[in-house]
């Protein structure tokens, strides 16, 4: 009888264990060849480089490592590094990736595709010609603080007369240079400029840098330094972009975007200037840290005006994200607001990897159907400039075929740092002095015999 038991016992506890085969199905093309991958996580301490769960290669030349010996049910999490954490996997975009999760008994083989290596990153996107700094220092009075902000304006605005939508986002320096990000870009520039050559309308877009004062200027609120940075973009930052560049300054043609907390002073401001902001772009809004302020101030202002909301959360950021997202629609819905849209982004974390991966959705979106509405002016020719950059005189493409005809020209600073110029019936083949100006970029347009013409350049 005992030995029956016995058997019975083993047969049991064989029944209960289980294994996996972890095959890297795909790797970076710039992995070192000489150089070994192993497993790491909860079982073995977190050790990168533990020779114990080195992978090795199988007779289709991947690298796989099988663990067994686990009870069916039991949840580990890990990763897979080169034999060090400077060398550990990540993302498509080079960002941080949450931990790799598997419970035994589901599933013996898992294929796992590497994107890349920590310390082997991929090249950051560059920085489109459109972007450019408009001021490093530009004042805010109503917080005695000084701050930088970045313009993307859309491909043609150098070739056009057109007006054009803005999006005021926040944490500037995250938006348009991977070099200048905490952890990645969001890739506005990117993303808008393909956009554009699919023939829709993008905006111009307002980066406000963040700064050591970004928690209080994002949570701030009501009464703080967050009211009074909401105030600094309607009061002072907006009536200078809408002054110094062509936009379509109405609410409907206005939004407000930003994440984590950048999402929750985005909710705040719409909803305190629902005259001013019709869209409102809120990724991965951290609503825990202000729940109960935003549900009364939302109650307390009601509904003045349609306003649309974008908000998303990453499927791994979990219910502490999700959760509060999802109720924020439903107490939007209930004080009127019905054009609330929410996503959970299948994959996302809370980085600008996840964000700049639904960015395009969520302009599309929000701008519907500006984007599809804004009447084409009319065709305006490209001129060549030299020489660009210009320090004194300026010199027009002598290709073009004017013969005796008159010309209007106007020059305008693009960056809000210097004086506009506007010449009267010129000869359009003159050499053109611009050593008055100062130093930034400017758009030169040339009115004659019926058509335009228009190209930028930057003075020295």
Known sequence: MRKIFTLMFSLVFISLQAQVTFVIDSQPSNTPAGDNIYIAGSFNGWNPGDTNYMLHKNANGKWEITLDGFSNGYVIEYKFTRGGWPSVEKGANGEEIANRIFTFGNGETVSIPIENWADNPPEPPGVSENVMVMDENFYIPQLNRYRRITLYLPPDYATSDKNYPVLYMHDGQNLFDASLSFAGEWEVDDTLD??????????????????????????????????????????????????????????????????????????????????????????????????????????????????????????????????????????????????????????????????????????????????????????????????????????????????????????????????????????????????????????????????????????M
């Open 194 to 459: 393909e956009l554009a050559d699919q023939g829709y309308q993008v905006p111009i877009v307002v980066g406000i840098d963040n700064s050591q004062y970004r928690t209080e200027e994002y949570l701030g609120f009501p009464g703080g330094d967050g009211d009074a940075y909401v105030d600094f973009i309607v009061e002072t930052l907006k009536p200078y972009i809408d002054s110094n560049y062509r936009t379509l300054s109405d609410r409907d043609n206005t939004g407000i975007m930003g994440s984590s907390f950048g999402g929750v002073i985005s909710l705040y401001g719409a909803l305190k200037y629902q005259n001013v902001f019709s869209k409102a772009g809120l990724f991965s809004p951290a609503y825990w840290a202000k729940t109960d302020v935003l549900n009364n101030y939302l109650i307390q202002t009601g509904f003045q005006h349609d306003i649309r909301f974008y908000q998303n959360a990453g499927e791994y950021e979990g219910q502490q994200y999700i959760d509060p997202m999802n109720d924020m629609e439903n107490n939007l819905n209930i004080q009127g607001f019905q054009n609330v849209s929410s996503k959970v982004i299948s994959g996302g974390n809370h980085n600008e990897a996840t964000w700049a991966s639904d960015f395009e959705a969520a302009y599309l979106w929000l701008f519907n159907p500006v984007v599809n509405t804004v009447e084409n002016a009319p065709e305006v020719g490209a001129i060549s400039i030299s020489p660009n950059p210009v320090r004194n005189v300026l010199n027009l493409n002598t290709d073009l075929k004017f013969g005796t005809a008159r010309a209007n020209i106007s020059i305008t600073s693009l960056d809000g740092k210097g004086e506009s110029i506007i010449l009267k019936d010129a000869n359009p083949r003159n050499k053109i002095d611009v050593s008055s100006l100062a130093a930034g970029v400017y758009l030169i347009r040339l009115e004659v015999n019926g058509s335009a013409f228009a190209g930028r350049f930057v003075k």
